[in-house]
């Protein structure tokens, strides 16, 4: 029988850990791992949509902290060769289930995003005390991995350990699958339209990415060009998005649009990609834009955008005037977004798919 390679992580549904972690899961089976998915709580119209050829193991816990003692069970029945979880809270949990548990399973956590910047951010007064456990959980694991340099650095100087300590892996960019996918014709009247440009911003609808900077400043590109925007997600914000577009007279310009199944059309159709984050780990939303072709104006927010992007291609956090400005610049010029984009494909060679997978297995078997 092969080996199992379990995965946990807090929550299963739209997002870049869900996602990532599925595709892990998928490339380690391709390796002849048996693989266990171990999460608390699935959406079911997210994973509705995903063929998954590996079992989906729902914790009977209803928040991250309860599901301890069912992670240890789980790690004494199946005794995995690896255990890999994402985000903090599920990094925390793991490093106490197998010390619980005492198996010799080897426990790799990753980090996602740039946690010191999460954890800033949250109004949870228990995420005061999460970097102290952090210090005294991670330096127990066997590896330790940031989605990125910015989220490698961050989380060593949070954990107070050397950056060496910390790994990073490039999450995967499967760019024949996305160019095919590219190739499909788009059910949207706004595109295909070479009168009116379309900007694109992809993301649930919260704080971290900001939505609000990229509707004020496509505001102000519409006093110069008469582009459209269009945001594809989901999430809390979008009644007071709603609000913003409607006070600064743009709702009629502005399509907050659900989430849908093949993103990367959209990316290939729109004139501009535009990431507004506050904070990210490696947003793989600005990779796939980047390699479509689609020039991309992004915050140089923690972490990520500048190690794809050239610095013309970057913007403070939260200026929406001169995301506007750059955005304004990018649709007149097109010799110089063909530039940026040239430019940053060259650093895809970071997200290749093979070199992913095998340094994941190379930490599993060391």
Excluded at 16 to 40: C, D, E, M, R, S
Excluded at 126 to 135: A, G, H, L
Excluded at 301 to 316: D, K, Q, R, Y
Aim: hydrophobic share 40%; with cysteine; proline share 7%.
């Amino acid at each position: 029988m092969s080996e199992i390679a379990a995965l946990f992580l807090p929550r299963i549904g739209y997002g870049g850990i869900t996602a990532n972690t599925l595709k892990l899961a998928k490339a380690l089976k391709n390796k002849g791992y048996q693989i266990h998915v171990i999460t608390t709580q699935i959406q079911r119209t997210y994973i509705q949509k995903k063929d998954l050829d590996f079992p989906i193991i729902c914790l009977k816990a209803n928040r991250i902290i309860t599901s301890l003692p069912y992670l240890i069970s789980y790690l004494r029945k199946h005794r995995p060769a690896a255990l890999i979880s994402a985000h903090y809270y599920a990094n925390i949990i793991a490093v106490w289930a197998k010390a619980l548990a005492s198996v010799p399973t080897r426990l790799i956590i990753t980090e996602r995003s740039a946690p010191a910047v999460t954890l800033a951010s949250s109004g949870n007064l228990k995420d005061r005390f999460i970097p102290w456990i952090m210090q005294k959980s991670y330096p127990k694991a066997d590896a330790v991995v940031a989605v990125s340099k910015g989220t490698a650095d961050n989380l060593s100087k949070l954990i107070k350990t050397p950056s060496h300590r910390v790994k990073v892996i490039y999450n995967p960019i499967f760019r024949d699958k996305i160019s095919d996918k590219a190739r499909e014709k788009i059910q949207h009247p706004w595109f295909g339209n070479d009168q009116l440009p379309v900007i694109l911003g992809m993301g649930y609808y919260i704080y971290q990415k900001d939505f609000s900077t990229l509707i004020r400043a496509f505001s102000v590109v519409r006093q110069e060009i008469p582009a459209r925007l269009v945001i594809i997600g989901e999430g809390r914000e979008q009644p007071r998005l709603e609000k913003l577009a409607q006070k600064l007279g743009i709702s009629k310009h502005v399509d907050l649009h659900p989430f849908v199944k093949n993103p990367y059309k959209y990316m290939a159709g729109a004139d501009l990609f535009a990431l507004s984050s506050r904070f990210e780990g490696m947003p793989n939303v600005l990779v796939e834009a980047v390699a479509v072709g689609t020039p991309c104006v992004a915050t140089d927010c923690p972490s990520g955008p500048n190690e794809i992007l050239p610095p013309e291609a970057l913007v403070p956090v939260e200026d929406f005037r001169k995301m506007a400005q750059k955005i304004i610049t990018l649709l007149k010029n097109k010799n110089q977004a063909s530039r940026i984009v040239m430019k940053a494909q060259q650093n895809l060679t970071h997200f290749d798919p093979d070199l992913w997978i095998q340094q994941y297995v190379q930490l599993i078997k060391p």
